[in-house]
């Protein structure tokens, strides 16, 4: 069955980084386009950044652009989102997210990220 797991989240100190990935499996990672997502408590789940299905092409939300980067690993089925520069507004539950057309939708289980002093 279609699986996506996430790791690496945790308590960092504001300005320090943590690398998330997300392991797919039951589904061609390859044919897909993926994303992170974050939500905060009573907040919005909202769009963090995202990646093709060759890693050609990536977007990013505004708060995070030169901090965050996206990358893909289509061998190993695995994407990752490396945080920089952390800061406290960053604190939320990252998520990850297999998306095809408008028929496929996946989501993992969720990794928590707590930047704090």
């Known amino acids: 069955q279609v699986q996506l797991v996430e790791s690496g989240g945790g308590l960092v100190q504001p300005g320090g980084s943590l690398k998330l990935s997300c392991a797919a499996s039951?589904?061609?990672?390859?044919?897909?386009?993926m994303q992170w997502h974050r939500q905060a408590p009573g907040k919005e789940r909202e769009l963090v950044a995202g990646?093709?299905?060759?890693?050609?092409?990536?977007v990013y939300a505004d708060s995070v652009k030169g901090r965050f980067t996206i990358s893909r690993d289509n061998a190993k089925n695995t994407v990752y989102l490396q945080m920089n520069s952390l800061k406290p507004e960053d604190t939320a539950a990252y998520y990850c997210?297999?998306?095809?057309?408008?028929?496929?939708?996946?989501w993992g289980q969720g990794t928590q990220v707590t930047v704090s002093s």
């Open positions: 997210n297999a998306r095809r057309g408008s028929s496929d939708d996946f």
């Open positions: 039951g589904f061609t990672f390859k044919n897909y386009a």
């Open positions: 990646i093709g299905s060759f890693g050609s092409s990536t």
